[in-house]
């Protein structure tokens, strides 16, 4: 299909899965397959851009991550710091805007200052919004926007009434954002893992075997192919 012929989405979620099983079907150690997953991040970082896709949103380390083995944790750690000193020209060079979704305070001091570094150095690029989720959870999200909002309201800065959706989405990682269209999770799992719950309400669902290792700016064409195939109705007829 054509994809100039029907719309494009404007913001595509993925939940990078696999990097693990990639590894053991090749006898390698784990940490193979997240350094494999690295390198198709900004393969489809580049596929995004070259799509004129405005917003990307990406679940790296989620809050239940850390209960992986320490060393491993460690690895992954080190392989978001050598993404930034490895890729961070470029993406600047490319207009891409770096944004955190989760709470950064809870990584190493070397990593959490290299991460928010990154987002001070890209604040001004408009072409993309990349969305990196690290220690980041869907409920953990709404429960922070729920409590932002009391606490205003306890401060008397909005009136209880003043809270609806746009209030709401304002507290969140993601605000001034659209919500996802499209959400992508390979690997062959069938769940959202507590990726983005509100951002996700009316998004289309595309979930393929392929592991994240093997994802390519090909299978990212057609999981948009895919979608531009459905009808959107949005709760209507």
């Known amino acids: 299909m054509d994809s100039a012929k ?7 979620g ?18 193979y397959g997240h350094k494999e997953g690295v390198k198709r991040v900004i393969e489809i970082v580049k ?3 070259k799509l004129n896709i405005p917003y990307l949103s990406l679940y790296a380390f989620s809050t239940e991550n850390w209960k992986r083995p320490e060393q491993e944790v ?12 490895q890729y961070l020209d470029e993406l600047c060079e490319n207009g891409v805007k770096l944004n955190i979704m989760g709470d950064v305070l809870a990584l190493g001091d070397k990593t959490r200052e ?30 922070r926007a729920a409590k932002a909002l009391a606490q205003k309201v306890e401060a008397k800065e909005i009136n209880v009434d003043a809270i609806d959706k746009e209030a709401f989405e304002r507290e969140l990682y993601t605000k001034n954002q659209p919500p996802l269209d499209l959400l992508i999770r390979p690997s062959g799992e069938l769940r959202v893992s507590n990726f983005m719950l509100w951002q996700l309400a009316y998004a289309e669902f595309w ?27 949005f709760g209507g007829v």
């Open 6 to 12: 029907k719309e494009m989405p404007k913001h595509i």
């Open 14 to 31: 993925i939940i990078m899965d696999g990097n693990g099983r990639w590894a053991k079907k090749r006898n390698l150690p784990r940490t």
């Open 47 to 49: 596929a995004c851009y």
């Open 74 to 85: 460690s690895n992954l750690m080190f392989l978001l710091r050598s993404f930034i000193d």
């Open 114 to 143: 290299m991460v928010m570094d990154a987002v001070k150095r890209t604040e001004s690029n408009k072409d993309l919004v990349l969305n990196i989720g690290l220690n980041y959870g869907g409920q953990d999200e709404i429960l």
């Open 207 to 233: 979930f393929s075997d392929i592991l994240w290792p093997d994802f390519t700016e090909e299978t990212l064409k057609g999981a948009i192919d895919d979608y531009q195939c459905r009808n959107r109705r």
